[in-house]
Nanobody, 119 residues
Framework: QMQLVESGGGLVQAGGSLRLSCAAS????????MGWYRQAPGKQRELVAIIAAGGSTNYADFVKGRFTISRDNAKNTVYLQMNSLKPDDTAVYYC?????????????WGQGTQVTVSS
């Protein structure tokens, strides 16, 4: 069973930056789609950004131009660089690995890291 451990969350003022990291306990496959999701109090979990094996990315509209997702397969790690943070970005951020094998699909989740943006 693969474990995902997020780090880099914290308290930051509006306009500031944070960099989240997510390290996997086992090797990331090149076919894996890696991503970041977030969940604010009283709201559903939502997609923030995903990155596919070839490096193609997809971002939620509310983070385009501010956040950048990247991955390092050699280090089994995915990153989320967050710039120009807003109070609305306050949430628990979760790392995800979506693995699709023939006849089987598995989702792995981290425990989450809190990001709090003060106004």
């Amino acid at each position: 069973q693969m474990q995902l451990v997020e780090s880099g969350g914290g308290l930051v003022q509006a306009g500031g930056s944070l960099r989240l990291s997510c390290a996997a306990s086992k090797s990331i496959f090149s076919i894996d789609v890696m991503g970041w999701y977030r969940q604010a109090p009283g709201k559903q979990r939502e997609l923030v950004a995903i990155i596919a094996a070839g490096g193609s990315t997809n971002y939620a509209d509310f983070v385009k131009g501010r956040f950048t997702i990247s991955r390092d397969n050699a280090k089994n790690t995915v990153y989320l660089q967050m710039n120009s943070l807003k109070p609305d970005d306050t949430a628990v951020y979760y790392c995800n690995v979506d693995r699709k094998l023939p006849g089987r699909r598995t989702d792995y989740w981290g425990q989450g890291t809190q990001v709090t943006v003060s106004s």
